[in-house]
């Protein structure tokens, strides 16, 4: 590896902090949520709102992140990032209500505009045969950051339960503060890092700031290739300066229709089909499995290991392969997950027994639930009313994994293999390949705006889910819920057969010429 491809690369892993940070702060909040929906007393759409808060405030952020990182700079904008992430990761471990939780955790989601910028800095310094393996490094920072918070929230969880961590204060009552906290360290790491990177030398010549930008391309362009790589640059730079009126008229023009649609499409799919509501309520799904609480943080660790296995695949495939055969591959593995997820849920069937309501009377008041002794039950959305009606809102819930463990007749391992199988099938594809595909399509005087058009529809999207899924597992039940979400997967596998072309091994700028006027994938 020569110096200008070894430079290019620590920039890619420097800015890609920020994946891990937002994987981090993403997915923690799913070892915490049942202990502060205790402490909290939250019901299903509460939980949802502590959950998809820091979706909300990326959806605002996506509006301003592109047109904000087109005024000053992607680094300004990345330091700005990781300031937020900080603020809200000491601010969510001391709130004291879910009010003050949500504002510190919708504050946090203000710097997941980190997963709409870091893939453009990263595609504006990086070579183009190197271009998708550099931007997936993003990716994979993400996945590490989510096996990450597994891991962290399932040591915190246990050092709790064992006494361990009473030394440093840690109890059961706490220990979702300490998870919530351990994102200080991570962000306090990013906010260091991007002191040292230099700004995206294609912004840079778009700002005119001509000599800045040579000077940051001699560090990661090579001799060979430099002289035709800034005349490129400099000839899609001239002249494209525009207000937000004339932009918005050429984004939404001709022009750029396929482009724009093949964004919208591939933004849609990545969240519509589910990912955030496995990833931030991992544990929770697999208690729905009935093997109780420790064991689905311990198989939640599976998710994040085989994220990030998956992740690397990708990653080395995709300047080989190309990205149109991945998402393909993905988004059909994506179907097949989720219909064995539906159906091993949908043969479930619930009946608790004189026994083991016998067992759980140390915790719960006895008799309240002599009535539902041997009756049974064909899905969990009956059960767990008949458990409300039993118990009370307050201790139906607190109670309702070991409750389902209890009752539960089913194969656990289908689910298990069809939450993974979703999970690898998603790292090959739609999470790593969604935004190089995002970082390549659109010219670079547009790439702001149009980043942040797809970006909101990506967190919007995102939030939807989030927010949605307590109540679809509680009005529709988990068979209906993981089968909505395979259907989406049936759609996006259409669309993107039909619409998406290959990108891989073209400069941005050969892309820009290439996308420039098509209507159907050239």
Known sequence: MNSYLRYSLLLAIAVSCGGFVFGFDASVISGAIGQVSVEFGLGAWQQGMVVSAPTLGATLAALFAGRL?????????????????????????????????????????????????????????????????????????????????????YLLLNASHDGSGMAFGLTQANAWRW??????????????????????????????????????????????????????????????????????????????????????????????????????????????????????????????????????????????????????????????????????????????????????????????????????????VAFKQALRQSLGEELARAHEAELIKAAVSMRPLLVLIGILGFVASFALSLGPVTWVLLSEIFPSHMRGLAISLVGLVNSAISFSVQLLFPWELSTLGSAYTFLIYGLFAMLGFGLVWWLLPETKGRSLEQLEDRLDGATVAP
């Open 69 to 153: 990182s087109d005024k000053l700079g992607r680094k300004k904008l990345l330091i700005a990032i990781a300031w937020l992430y900080l603020v809200s990761a000491i601010w969510s471990c001391l709130a004291t209500d879910f009010a003050t939780l949500t504002l510190a955790r919708f504050v946090g989601g203000l710097a997941f505009a980190s997963l709409i910028l870091a893939p453009v800095y990263i595609a504006e310094i990086s070579p183009a045969r190197h271009r998708g393996k550099f931007v997936s490094i993003n990716q994979l920072n993400i996945m590490l950051g989510f096996s990450a918070a597994y891991f962290s929230n």
């Open 179 to 380: 998870m919530l906290g351990a994102e200080i360290l991570p962000a306090a790491l990013f906010l260091g890092v991007l002191m040292f990177i230099p700004e995206s030398p294609r912004w840079l010549f778009l700002k005119g700031r001509d000599a800045e930008a040579e000077a940051v391309l001699n560090r990661v362009v090579a001799p060979p290739d430099r002289a035709a790589q800034l005349a490129e640059i400099r000839r899609h730079s001239t002249g494209k300066a525009a207000d937000l009126a004339s932009q918005l008229r050429s984004l939404f023009g001709p022009r750029l229709r396929l482009a724009l649609f093949i964004g919208l499409i591939v933004a849609a799919m990545q969240q519509i089909t589910g990912v955030n509501a496995i990833y931030f309520y991992a544990p929770t799904i697999f208690e729905q499995s009935g093997i109780g609480t420790n064991a689905a943080f311990a198989q939640a660790i599976w998710v994040g290991i085989i994220n990030v296995v998956f992740t690397i695949v990708s990653m080395m495939a995709i300047d080989r392969l190309g990205r149109r055969p991945l998402m393909l591959t993905g988004l059909a593995g994506v179907v097949l997950s989720m219909g064995l997820c539906a159906y091993g849920f949908g043969t479930a069937s619930y009946q608790l027994t004189d026994d083991s309501i016998a067992r759980m009377e140390s915790t719960l008041p006895a008799g309240k639930l002599d009535a539902l002794a041997g009756v049974h039950f064909e899905n969990d």
